[in-house]
Structures are given as structure tokens and as C-alpha cells.
């Protein structure tokens, strides 16, 4: 018996021990493209269960989809029965409505569309007295979500999730992850990210890079600052591409809610951290809208939320500031 045991000590002990490695999905969905990085011991999601899931987020949250629910609900005159993916990017988008007075608005659909950065073309910039038509179809205090149910009070009401929809979706594929038993990765999706863990089988901190913008045709983007972190969603907002001439001026596609114009302020993007990435994609649109001032004294009142940004001078020079929490996150040569 004694030398059964040897030999099976002898056996156990040459075992091999299985190796971590890094693998990775890659695709585009969104009009966008992804990536998931993980760290495991084999293979353990296919792209088949990403692609499936993409797809059912599709069904639900897409305004480019035919059918989608939420084009139903836009299409509805009071509402309709939402599923588990329309229900919590609503429940989001009132929470940080109400959060930022308003200035995150999930019902800005027609404005968009009427300014040329929706799913439809546009001729030119709406009139004056159109904005004042389509505003009396905006706001969220006209939304109210009442269990699986989602009521309007006007039937012109329109949502408009785009804003928030990369961010939720970057969370579900993180979920999926986590769902095989995963615990150190990276999802990206569009830039948005949602990170867990450490690179394998080092241990080093997981490394992400924040893009310096540049409006020239001709430049590359480069790297503005890196951070590390272990947990969280990381998401940015930014005037600097996504941007149409209205009279001879740059009109960008965030619109303020409450004038029905286009924000104009000193803001060039925001780079947000928080705990997840529909959070963070919901405020970076939001501290775009507030300006430089207003922004930091909004995350000063919510320390959860950490932000990086970058901003023009009055002298027309490009510049940075940070909060603290995310001050600490940067990483330095």
C-alpha cells in the first residue's frame, strides 16, 4: 500500500499544471467594432454566444433595426411591454436625468434627427420655430417606466438610446464573461470599456489608453494618458468627430435638451471611470453638456464618478484637468 502511494505521489506530482493565457474575440456590431480580451486556462466562450447576444441587444435597443422595441415604442402612441434590455437602459437614463437636472435626456430623438445625427438624413439645421415644435416632444418627465411597462404621455415622445446603448451592451458581454467563470478581462466596444482583474499569469496592472483628439484629416491619434485599473467601466465622450457646419459653423451632436441647440462650451471630450460602463457612458454625455466648472462641481457631489478632460482655452490652446480619484489611476513611465 505504501508503494501505491509513492507511485501515485510520483504521478501527481508530474501533473501539468495548467497555463493561463490571454485569448480573444473580435468582430463589429454596432456600427462599430469589438474585442474581448480574457485571461483562461482554455477557450471558453465562442463567438457564437457573443454574436447571439449582440444580436438580442440589437432587438431591443437598436433605432437602425426594422422591429426593434424600442422603434416600437417610438412608433406606439402609449407605450409598450419592455424586456429585461430596455427596461434597465430606461431605468438608467431616468436616473441620471434626474441626477443632472435634466441635462441627460433619453427623449432627445427628435431634436437629433432634426439636426442630421440620427438614422436619417437631414437637409439643413432645423428653423427656430421647428426646435420650439419639437420640444414640446422631449423630456423624460413624460416617460415613466411602471414595471415591464413603458408609458408615454405625448405619442410623439421618441427615445433615443444610442448614447448609453455601448456602454450597456459593453456590461452584458462582461456579464457573459463573468457567466463562464471569468475574472480577468477587457471588453471594448466602440472605445467604451469595462475591465476585471489583471493581465495573466503576471498579475501586471490592466493598462488603458485615453486618446489625445485630434481634428486634422491627416493626424493619428495618439495616446494622452494611460491608466490602470482593476474593475470598472471606462467610457468617452467627445465634440471632436462627431460634428456637422450649420452656417459655416461646427454644430456638434450632442444636443441640450433644454434649448434644443447643439451644446457650446470650452469641452474637447471626457473620459469617465465608474462601476460599471452604462454609468459612465450616461454621465460622460452629461458633464459634455455641463462645460469645464459645472462638471467638476458635479463629481466633487458624487465622488463615485471619476473624470478626465480635456478642454480648449479662451487663448484657443488645447489643455487637461482631472479629478483626484482619477489623478491616482494614472500610470507614469
Known amino acids: 500500500m505504501r508503494f501505491l502511494l509513492l507511485i501515485l505521489a510520483c504521478f501527481w506530482s508530474h501533473a501539468p499544471v495548467p497555463v493561463v493565457r490571454a485569448f480573444q474575440l473580435r468582430g463589429y456590431a454596432q456600427g462599430t467594432t469589438y474585442t474581448l480580451t480574457y485571461y483562461a486556462t482554455d477557450s471558453l466562450v465562442t463567438k457564437a454566444e457573443v454574436t447571439q447576444q449582440l444580436a438580442e441587444i440589437d432587438a431591443s435597443l437598436s433605432l437602425y433595426q426594422a422591429g426593434s422595441l424600442i422603434n ?37 430623438e427628435p431634436l437629433v434627427q432634426a439636426w442630421g445625427f440620427g438614422h436619417q438624413p437631414a437637409a439643413g439645421a432645423p428653423t427656430p420655430a421647428t426646435i420650439k415644435t419639437l420640444l414640446r416632444s ?63 499569469p503576471g498579475g501586471e496592472l490592466l493598462r488603458i489608453g485615453i486618446e489625445r483628439p485630434d481634428t486634422s484629416a491627416f493626424a493619428a491619434p495618439a495616446l494622452q494618458q494611460v491608466i490602470g485599473l482593476t474593475a470598472g467601466g471606462v467610457t468617452t465622450s467627445g465634440n471632436y468627430r462627431k460634428f456637422r457646419r450649420v452656417g459655416g459653423q461646427p454644430a456638434a451632436h450632442l444636443i441640450n435638451p433644454k434649448t434644443g441647440y447643439p451644446f457650446r462650451n470650452e469641452l474637447i471630450s471626457v473620459t469617465v471611470v465608474a462601476s460599471d460602463a452604462l454609468t459612465a457612458d450616461a454621465y460622460d454625455n452629461a458633464l459634455m453638456g455641463m462645460g469645464l466648472d459645472r462638471a467638476l462641481s458635479f463629481l466633487r457631489q458624487n465622488p463615485d464618478l471619476q473624470a478626465y478632460f480635456i478642454y480648449q482655452r479662451p487663448s484657443g490652446a488645447v489643455a487637461d484637468t482631472a479629478t483626484s480619484g482619477f489623478t491616482k489611476l494614472l500610470l507614469h513611465p
Open 72 to 108: 416600437r415604442f417610438n412608433a406606439a402612441p402609449r407605450g409598450v411591454r419592455a424586456d429585461q434590455h430596455l427596461q434597465r437602459v430606461v431605468r438608467k437614463a431616468l436616473e441620471v436625468y434626474r441626477a443632472t437636472d435634466g441635462l441627460f435626456d433619453a427623449t432627445v
Open 138 to 200: 422631449v423630456g423624460s418627465d413624460k416617460l415613466t417606466l411602471r414595471g415591464d411597462s413603458l408609458l408615454k404621455q405625448v405619442p410623439t415622445l421618441h427615445l433615443d438610446l444610442n448614447g448609453i446603448a455601448q456602454g450597456y451592451t459593453v456590461d452584458v458581454l462582461a456579464a457573459l464573461l463573468e457567466r463562464h467563470g471569468i475574472r480577468d478581462y477587457v471588453v471594448e466596444l466602440g472605445g467604451e470599456l469595462r475591465v476585471r482583474g489583471h493581465r495573466q
